[in-house]
T-cell receptor, first 111, second 105 residues
């Protein structure tokens, strides 16, 4: 079975802190994604990576950056966390033109 | 970017009933998926269906790419089918707002 693992299930941070969310997949997938999910807004794409060191902005990249140094790992970075970044963050991976597998999510609270 | 609209936004069914969920999209796509998000938040892929029809047990899906819509059919619904159903399109896998399904015993 494909496994997408997110490093934390729950995270509480303070405003202004630098926050790292880690995602690891074990199926050699080229594509990896970061979304945030907020009530009433569905899932919104933050960043997408289609290969090591490659990235594309999604619909809401402001305030976020990403890193993909190895194929299996895709990190989301909040350079200076703000309260409006309190959300559920979901990581996913896929082969090109194929089904997408999701991690369990990280619920981030920024106080 | 491409727009994805799902209908209805909410659906309440009695156990055993059938239902049809719809996904409309604003441009041609070569990637369309249906997902179920369970009450614990886990997203599970149901179908990868950029065109044609697929069936998996009580669930089936049809995508008519030329007319820019996809349908998800749930037959003989069970309480475990409750949750939110999403369609997602495009290489960036853009999601619709979802249909919240509640199946009552």
């Amino acid at each position: 079975d494909v496994k997408v693992t997110q490093s934390s299930r729950y995270l509480v941070k303070r405003t202004g802190e630098k926050v790292f969310l880690e995602c690891v997949q074990d199926m050699d997938h080229e594509n990896m994604f970061w979304y945030r999910q907020d009530p009433g807004l569905g899932l919104r794409l933050i960043y997408f990576s289609y290969d090591v060191k490659m990235k594309e902005k999604g619909d809401i990249p402001e305030g976020y950056s990403v890193s993909r140094e190895k194929k299996e790992r895709f990190s989301l970075i909040l350079e200076s966390a703000s309260t409006n970044q309190t959300s559920m963050y979901l990581c996913a991976s896929s082969l090109a033109k194929n089904i997408q597998y999701f991690g369990a999510g990280t619920r981030l609270s920024v106080l | 970017g491409i727009q994805v609209e799902q209908s209805p936004p909410d659906l309440i069914l009695q156990e055993g009933a059938n239902s049809t969920l719809r996904c409309n999209f604003s441009d041609s796509v070569n990637n369309l998926q249906w997902f179920h998000q369970n009450p614990w938040g886990q997203l599970i892929n149901l179908f990868y269906i950029p065109s044609g029809t697929k069936q998996n047990g009580r669930l089936s899906a049809t995508t008519v790419a030329t007319e820019r819509y996809s349908l998800l059919y749930i037959s003989s619904s069970q309480t475990t089918d409750s949750g939110v159903y999403f369609c997602a399109v495009d290489r960036h896998v853009r999601f619709g707002a979802g249909t919240r399904l509640t199946v009552k015993p």
